[in-house]
């Protein structure tokens, strides 16, 4: 389990390694796949686990994008997630939660 500290620097870390907003290019869904691995340091990505906090496999992609463009604009409080999705542009976040929303099929498994 990690700590509040340990998973605070990792998401200022990830939030930083991610690609800047701005692009308003289509990301692909290899992209996506790859964008949402950063996510797995703190939720449950692949529906295997079962034990993240909260996990976020399987959200539907409009619940999961809306969340996202909410914590990018401080709708939605949280410092983390802030750092996160402000580093994502629109087109990276919708990747993202495509690519969240399609492991509802590993759920089932």
Avoid: N, W
């Amino acid at each position: 389990m990690k700590t509040p500290s340990a998973a605070l620097a990792f998401g200022v870390m990830a939030g930083a390694a991610l690609p800047c907003g701005g692009s308003h290019a289509a990301v692909s869904a290899t992209q996506g796949r790859a964008l949402a691995a950063t996510c797995a340091a703190c939720h449950d990505t692949d529906a295997r686990d079962g034990t993240a906090i909260p996990p976020i496999a399987g959200m539907s992609e409009t619940r999961m994008r809306d969340l996202m463009m909410a914590y990018r604009s401080g709708q939605r409080s949280s410092q983390i997630m802030h750092v996160v999705a402000s580093a994502l542009s629109a087109d990276e976040i919708a990747a993202i939660a495509h690519y969240i929303a399609g492991q509802r099929a590993e759920m089932a498994q």
